[in-house]
T-cell receptor, first 114, second 112 residues
Framework: GAVVSQHPSWVICKSGTSVKIECRSL??????MFWYRQFPKQSLMLMAT?????????EQGVEKDKFLINHASLTLSTLTVTSAHPEDSSFYIC??????????FGPGTRLTVL | AQSVTQLGSHVSVSEGALVLLRCNYS??????LFWYVQYPNQGLQLLLK??????LVKGINGFEAEFKKSETSFHLTKPSAHMSDAAEYFC??????????FGAGTRLTVKP
């Protein structure tokens, strides 16, 4: 099946700093990618839909100025957590669409903000 | 709006016993339906999906699920549990041309 990678797999940062997470589709082109957030022992919550060449669509309650998404190419979307705080610590997962019924997920990035 | 309900946040079975994880959805039209498995600190792996056609869907690792429109259900089953099946399982729905929504998840524990 198709492969989606994320980098880094884990990151620890100080409060107030910014962290960039990359999501790549390795063997296919993805017009649409999605960013999810998962708190411990909870489900995945959709944060935003990232469309190549256009602005991301954010879910209600997600601050677009805090979670910057860039989808500059058909194989790369980035999520930047700006001015991170401890409450931003979470597991961030991206996914990419091949079709409406085929979505592949990355392995996730664990962010810990001290 | 569509939603997904997974009954039972935690299911415990003995090795070799039947696994049944329940999922009900609400949607104005039958959506695409998915089951994913997640091992600790990993992403999601697709077990199986229903789009159209046969309502009994077979997936990987011996799992299967049946789409029942009248019950708006898509329960996941496996005849005989293995220790390696212990993980978190997520049911998800995706209406046509819309975003995927996940259930709260069910943690499966397999006792020796």
């Amino acid at each position: 099946g198709a492969v989606v990678s994320q980098h880094p797999s884990w990151v620890i940062c100080k409060s107030g700093t910014s962290v960039k997470i990359e999501c790549r589709s390795l063997d296919f082109q993805a017009t649409t990618m999605f960013w999810y957030r998962q708190f411990p022992k909870q489900s995945l919550m959709l944060m935003a839909t990232s469309n190549e060449g256009s602005k991301a669509t954010y879910e209600q309650g997600v601050e677009k100025d805090k979670f910057l998404i860039n989808h500059a190419s058909l194989t790369l979307s980035t999520l930047t957590v700006t001015s991170a705080h401890p409450e931003d610590s979470s597991f961030y997962i991206c996914s990419a669409d091949i079709s409406v019924n085929e979505q592949f997920f990355g392995p996730g990035t664990r962010l810990t903000v001290l | 709006a569509q939603s997904v309900t997974q009954l039972g946040s935690h299911v415990s079975v003995s090795e070799g016993a039947l696994v049944l994880l329940r999922c009900n959805y609400s949607s104005s039209v039958p959506p695409y339906l998915f089951w994913y498995v997640q091992y600790p600190n990993q992403g999601l792996q697709l077990l199986l999906k229903y789009t159209t056609g046969a309502t009994l869907v077979k997936g990987i690792n011996g799992f299967e699920a049946e789409f029942k429109k009248s019950e708006t259900s898509f329960h996941l089953t496996k005849p005989s549990a293995h220790m390696s099946d212990a993980a978190e399982y997520f049911c998800a729905v995706r209406p046509r041309n819309n975003d995927m929504r996940f259930g709260a998840g069910t943690r499966l524990t397999v006792k020796p």
